[in-house]
């Protein structure tokens, strides 16, 4: 039971309906989250066998796929790709027509665009989303999930979606933001988590424990916060001040560590890949200026 108006941006005062297509893990802690907040929740996997606690908390299993979009007037999907949300969805627009669809699937900023383009064709109130954070956080005070496109869809269900977590910002109408903010943060990730890695490979090829030197590198982690901020405005200014620590300088570091991971016969792959970026800066003239001037090889 509802108890907001039909106005399109009317604010939703207690609880909706809500559909989730997709039980992997996400889905299923999605589900959880709505369940937590008291939504009347609709669940619907493609293959059986899934939501059985979800189900005894009190969640819908639909039997199909239009049953379950039917069940709601909001529908979230989170699987695998756009195409299979798409392929999910494109027998059911009919069933759609007056809800509204909010996508959490991880893909490109492209694909959002095609299927943001999909969406508008068939006159759908659309949001595309980006989860930024693993299940054990969803609907915490900590989640983040990023929004982009329908405005009008975003403030009506806006404490809906801050169920599935505190941190929701609206980023704008381009359905493919969510999606950009998604790259870009999992690019950083990945890149660091492959750096962590590596330098515990590297500790142990001196038989230093992983264990012992982690302490240490929270002191990296500390000093991140001002770096990024500082990156951040340097790359946007285009102004790269390299007085405290100069590319050219940092660039001989990188080299210390081909030459020790070389000697050690570990993979050298991603510190070449750096070394690269950072030489064709230094070729552009930016020896002397921040590693933020790197940004200005990255192009080619």
């Known amino acids: 039971m509802t108890t907001h108006t039909n106005s399109p941006s009317a604010p939703v005062d207690v609880t909706v309906t809500v559909t989730v297509i997709g039980l992997g893990a996400m ?3 999605l589900a959880g989250a709505l369940l937590d907040a008291g939504h009347r929740t609709t669940i619907w996997n493609r293959s059986p066998g899934k939501g059985e606690k979800l189900v005894a908390r009190g969640a ?7 049953e379950a979009v039917r069940a709601s007037e909001l529908v979230i999907t989170c699987v695998v790709d756009h195409e299979a949300s798409r392929q999910i969805l494109d027998p059911l627009t009919d069933a759609l027509a007056g809800r509204v669809l909010v996508d959490l699937t991880s893909d490109t900023p492209d694909r959002a665009r095609t299927s943001a383009a999909w969406a508008d064709t068939h006159a759908l109130d659309y949001l595309a989303g980006a989860i930024m954070v693993p299940v054990e956080v969803i609907g915490g005070p900590e989640a983040l999930i990023f929004y982009a496109g329908s405005q009008s869809a975003y403030d009506r269900y806006e404490a809906v979606l801050k169920a599935l977590g505190a941190g929701a910002p609206f980023l704008g109408p381009d359905h493919a933001l969510a999606a950009a903010y998604d790259m870009a943060m999992l690019d950083f990730f990945y890149g660091s988590m492959a750096g962590l890695v590596h330098a515990f490979a590297l ?12 302490p240490y590198l929270q002191t990296i982690v500390n000093i991140l916060p001002p ?14 001040n390299g007085a405290g620590a100069n590319l050219a300088m940092m660039t001989a570091g990188v080299d210390h560590l081909l ?11 991603q510190l070449e890949a750096i070394k690269a970026v950072s030489d064709r800066a230094i070729a552009k003239g930016h020896g002397a200026d921040s590693w933020a001037s790197t940004v200005e090889a990255l192009a080619g």
């Open 60 to 66: 819908v299993r639909a039997g199909s796929a239009e």
């Open 27 to 29: 889905g299923q802690a």
């Open 203 to 214: 500790a142990g090829a001196e038989s230093i424990p992983a264990a012992a030197i982690a």
């Open 259 to 269: 030459h020790a991971s070389r000697s050690r016969g570990l993979d050298t792959s």
């Open 227 to 240: 770096i990024v901020a500082g990156t951040a405005a340097d790359i946007d200014a285009k102004e790269y």
